[in-house]
């Protein structure tokens, strides 16, 4: 069974400094990874996605992260936190059956940014 | 382009009731899914659909129903509504099973 596990619940950081928001995974084969961002009362906004073509995956708002087979892990990273990044991030794996497809969420990670 | 619509944003109802709740995809896009995402239990798939036909579906019981209509809309209904039922509806859609999905804003269910 495929599955992802966020590694921290609470992840608190200063303005200008780097974050790091831990993901491992299990699967049986090449998944389909994923980071989603959710700001209070909002939903979910799609911020990067791995689907084999490359390692280090770039998305928005600064964010990139890095599929490591040998680790099993995809974790979240920014240079310089910014207040505005204060918000849940899930990581989120894709699992194809039925001839669709239906994604399974980590438990979140709750990023807070402080002055 | 705009991008998943959910009706409506906010609902109140009552013990034993039912409710149905609306997404719109966006356009072009023919795969449907929801979730239900509570505190306690996170986000939950619950089914997914395409071109009308149920292809997924969720641990949920079978008092959560869907359905999808030509123009791709998807409607989910919950009957007999009970308070744990309260929660945050988030539908997602994308173009065929491989893509990704982007979600609309959500419906918040309370159940009183």
């Known amino acids: 069974a495929q599955s992802v596990t966020q590694l921290d619940s609470h992840v608190s950081v200063s303005e200008g400094t780097p974050v790091l928001l831990r993901c491992n995974y299990s699967?049986?084969?090449?998944?389909?990874l994923f980071w989603y961002v959710q700001h209070p009362n909002k939903g979910l906004q799609l911020l990067l996605k791995?689907?084999?073509?490359?390692?280090l995956v770039k998305g928005i708002n600064g964010f990139e992260a890095e599929f490591k087979k040998s680790e099993t892990s995809f974790h979240l990273t920014k240079p310089s936190a910014h207040m505005s990044d204060a918000a849940e991030y899930f990581c989120?794996?894709?699992?194809?059956?039925?001839?669709?497809?239906?994604?399974?969420f980590g438990t979140g990670t709750q990023l807070k940014v402080e002055l | 382009k705009a991008g998943v619509t959910q009706t409506p944003r906010y609902l109140i109802k009552t013990r034993g009731q039912q409710v149905t709740l609306s997404c719109s995809p966006i356009?072009?896009?023919?795969?449907v899914s929801w979730y239900q995402q509570t505190p306690g239990q996170g986000l939950q798939f619950l089914f997914e659909?395409?071109?009308?036909?149920?292809?997924n579906k969720g641990n949920f019981p079978g008092r959560f129903s869907g359905r999808q209509f030509s123009n791709s809309r998807s409607e989910m209904n919950v009957s007999t509504l009970e308070l744990g039922d309260s929660a945050l509806y988030l539908c997602?859609?994308?173009?065929?099973?491989?893509?990704?999905?982007?979600f609309g804003q959500g419906t918040r269910l309370t159940v009183v």
């Open positions: 791995y689907t084999s073509a490359a390692t």
């Open positions: 699967s049986s084969y090449s998944p389909s």
């Open positions: 997602a859609s994308s173009l065929v099973a491989e893509t990704e999905a982007f």
């Open positions: 989120v794996v894709k699992i194809l059956t039925g001839g669709g497809n239906k994604l399974t």
């Open positions: 659909y395409f071109s009308e036909t149920q292809r």
């Open positions: 356009s072009g896009h023919r795969s």
